[in-house]
């Protein structure tokens, strides 16, 4: 490994004539290792440094580059009030950066809004193909919560994945390491590697696969092909920027990856009216067709979303045959298939919706990713992206023989409400409220679920966290003691999660954390709880130190009267429409989602905080539906009939062409007009038959 030379000699070295003969400046005044491979190759010719590079910043210099580390760099001057999400192409060699954004429940990120719009996807492909490529934050977009609730976030509420811009994981400022890596891999590509890539438009697709290579996550060969490497927001960490510049100093002409460009041959096509149901002019569902990102919303209610992708336009500057790849991103591969022959230049996909996903970082996601890569021998190229958005607010339901059997429009906030992170102190008062035993229905329930060495174990736990939690408390406000306050803050969160981890008990398989949830679960799956202890809970309501305890299990009982999952007696039962034994999958579901409001706010109101209002979902994509469709089969043919339409304690038949029945599934059957009501609900209504024309004569 080369040793940096002393300043002077590398000042020297940046005064030798270049090959051009021209006295040339460093690519970069930076003093680190990477800052000195650069300076070293550009002087001896072998790396093209940034004259043909533009930066460009669109915040106000909110979280500006500094520029003055780049001497070769070119600066774009744009107007003052020039600010946002780019908008216009540059016709040189661009790299930007953005800090700006909304909250997730107004706009959101800048490249949620990019995201939103079919013209938007569309301008990213443009840049994306044009040598442009922006850097901009997430902002409540990716992050651990539901609801803006419990740790502030929203889960993952990107619609698409896209190799057309990289979004930093957090806010202003986390944008500076990408741009800092970018320019300098662009600086380390070989002069006859840059100029070939700026000539055919391919800078930013190679950019971005040395990029995802070199991610610190990326251990193996394999990992490539997988959501380690391309994640729909990246941590700014796991920059490996020195590899990034060696990984582009070795690239010759000969080693540069291809550029997959797909295509959209056939695809499953939905009805408004028929197979989802919205407002006239909704938000459409196709939501990106470009040569390197396609994304659809799965709002349909089709069994399976098929589409016919062909690749045969994927550009390769390297004279050697390709092998083309399919890879799951995220997602469960249950519901995500993909068919190929060998050596064919077409794909087939059939994706069916799929129930939300945990990540690796603990960010819930609605979101199913496919990337085709192509390999040609001697680099792989950065995945073109396949993406399909389950709304957040829906749950799909399927029978066992993969038919649609229901699908609920606005379900519940599935998040129970735990400590968000393993170094939370919250986490020693949920060990505490899980191992008292005292005569109250709490206790009563863990006895029943928990084993005593269970029990007994997560006491133990406690015990030992509470010195230190007391410690931490004690001077956890001391303005004087802030340095103090936070080494016991470390300590304390290293000391729950290292607990977290240990088996409750001699001889468990289970962690502390898994027992906790076990438990959770347990209670949240007992369809009939809240039934057999109406009385205990309402009166546990009331004495709930949540001020609006009773009226959120009541919202929640009155959300399932009008759906036609519960029905209240005369002397105020609640009791279940059905028979217990014959619960649909969807109507248990619906009491799961009664049993964690009443966890968080009943059972566990001390320790666990969650949002009890259905899960959130962006109005701009979906106009809230408080009902449920119940599908219905042949019996004989299997074919479907229709549904039944369970809203405002009412059932209404549609037949299978999405026409109102309303004198039940024999009878004549009516168009329907989907419209707003007075509380911003979608409802419907029969559609007028048009008057007959009728011609007179004198």
């Known amino acids: 490994m080369l040793t940096p030379p002393t300043a002077c000699l590398r000042l020297l070295a940046f005064l030798t004539l270049g090959l051009a003969g021209v006295a040339a400046q460093p690519v970069t005044t930076r003093t680190d290792k990477v800052a000195w491979l650069l300076n070293d190759w550009f002087a001896k010719g072998t790396a093209a440094g940034l004259q043909a590079i533009t930066y460009e910043n669109r ?23 020039d600010k946002g999400a780019a908008t216009h192409l540059r016709s040189q060699p661009t790299l930007g950066n953005c800090s700006m954004a909304s909250a997730a429940t107004q706009l959101g990120s800048l490249p949620r809004i990019y995201m939103m719009d079919p013209g938007g996807n569309r301008f990213l492909a443009q840049q994306y193909l044009s040598n442009n490529l922006f850097i901009y934050p997430e902002h409540q977009d990716y992050d651990i919560g539901a609801n803006g609730f419990n740790g502030g976030g929203y889960g993952d509420l990107l619609l698409l994945n896209t190799p057309c811009l990289l979004i930093s994981q957090g806010s202003s400022f986390t944008d500076q390491p990408f741009l800092q890596a970018l320019l300098s891999t662009a600086a380390a590509l070989p002069p006859d590697t840059q100029k070939l890539l700026i000539e055919k438009r391919m800078l930013m697709p190679t950019l971005q696969s040395i990029f995802r290579r070199s991610n610190k996550v990326v251990q193996t060969p394999e990992d490539y092909f997988s959501g380690k490497a391309h994640p729909p927001v990246f941590d700014g960490a796991q920059i490996d920027e020195e590899k990034m510049v060696r990984l582009a100093h070795d690239m010759t002409p000969a080693k540069i990856p291809p550029l997959v460009l797909l295509r959209v041959i056939e695809e499953s096509k939905i009805e408004p009216g028929k197979n989802f149901f919205e407002l006239a002019g909704s938000h459409p569902w196709q939501l990106s067709d470009t040569p390197v990102s396609i994304a659809r919303i799965l709002r349909g209610n089709e069994a399976e979303h098929t589409m016919l992708i062909g690749f045969d336009k994927t550009v390769n500057l390297v004279k050697a045959p390709l092998q083309m790849r399919a890879a799951l991103l995220q997602g469960d591969p ?45 680099s792989i190229s950065t995945p073109a992206i396949i993406s399909f958005y389950m709304l957040p607010n829906e749950m799909h339901f399927y029978d066992e023989k993969g038919r649609v059997s229901e699908i609920q429009y606005q379900t519940h906030n599935p998040d129970f409400g735990l400590p968000v992170t393993d170094t939370d102190p919250r986490w020693v008062k949920v060990l505490l409220a899980f191992s008292l035993k005292d005569p109250n229905l709490r206790s009563r329930l863990l006895d ?9 174990g997560l006491q133990q736990h406690y015990l030992a966290l509470k010195p230190q939690l007391d410690a931490f408390s004690a001077i956890e406000f001391a303005d004087k003691r802030k340095d103090e306050a936070a080494r016991l803050r470390a300590k304390l969160g290293e000391a729950i999660s290292a607990a977290l981890k240990q088996p409750v008990a001699e001889k468990s398989d289970l962690t502390v954390r898994a027992t906790i949830e076990k438990v959770l679960n347990a209670i949240a799956n007992f369809h009939p709880f809240y039934f057999g202890s109406q009385r205990e809970l309402d009166a546990l309501a009331s004495a709930s130190p949540k001020s609006t305890a009773v009226a959120d299990v009541r919202a929640e009982l009155h959300r399932l009267i009008l759906q036609g999952v519960l029905v209240e007696q005369a002397s105020g039962q609640i009791d279940t429409m059905s028979p217990p034994e014959k619960l649909s999958l969807g109507e248990r579901y619906m009491l799961r989602g009664l049993n964690i409001t009443l966890l968080s706010q009943v059972l566990f109101p001390d320790v666990l905080e969650r949002s009890t209002d259905p899960a959130y979902v962006s109005p701009r994509l ?6 449920r469709d119940v599908y219905r089969y042949d019996p004989t043919s299997g074919e479907l009939q229709g549904w039944i ?54």
Do not use: C
């Open 334 to 378: 249950r519901f995500a298939h993909v068919e190929s022959e060998p050596g064919g230049d077409v794909m087939r996909l059939r994706v069916r919706w799929a129930p939300p996903i945990t990540t690796g970082t603990g960010i819930r996601s609605h979101r199913i990713d496919i990337g085709i890569f192509a390999d040609n021998g001697s």
């Open 448 to 456: 029943q679920i928990l084993s005593p060495a269970e029990r007994s």
């Open 59 to 81: 915040d106000g210099q909110h979280s500006p580059l500094n520029t003055a580390q780049y001497p070769q760099l070119q600066v774009y001057k744009g107007a003052e009030n």
């Open 622 to 627: 979906t106009t809230l539906k408080q009902w």
């Open 645 to 698: 339409r369970y809203a405002d304690s009412r059932i209404a038949n549609f037949d299978a062409e999405g026409r109102l029945l309303p004198d039940g599934p024999q009878g004549k059957s009516i168009p329907v007009l989907y419209l707003m009501n007075e509380k911003g609900m979608l409802t419907w209504r029969p559609q007028p038959e048009p008057t007959p024309v009728t011609s007179s004569s004198k």
